[in-house]
């Protein structure tokens, strides 16, 4: 299963969810637009799709600071991170 791509600035909205996907950036690339996406999108769910082990942990820290809990799911060669607010159930 691959996962699919989208365009409009790597964010796409799904209802209450927000995915952000950097796929193809290296860091601190991911991490930047998961930052902007948890300051602007604050006390959603984000979905975060990254492509390499260095932009999973780097994402995941940032999200941890910030008090979200994160599920790591392996999809083939790449990873999708649910970013789960302070406060809302997993």
């Not at 927000?18 to 979905?47: H, Q, Y």
């Not at 999200?63 to 809302?88: C, F, H, M, R, W």
């Amino acid at each position: 299963m691959q996962l699919e791509r989208s365009m409009h600035d790597g964010e796409r909205r799904i209802p209450n969810v927000i995915e952000v996907d950097v796929r193809g950036f290296s860091c601190p690339v991911p991490v930047v637009k998961t930052k902007k996406a948890i300051e602007t999108n604050p006390g959603k769910e984000l979905t975060v799709l990254v492509e390499t082990a260095v932009s999973k942990e780097n994402v995941s820290r940032l999200a941890q600071n910030q008090g979200y809990s994160v599920s790591i799911e392996s999809v083939e060669d790449e990873y999708k991170l649910t970013l789960t607010p302070p406060g809302k159930p997993e």
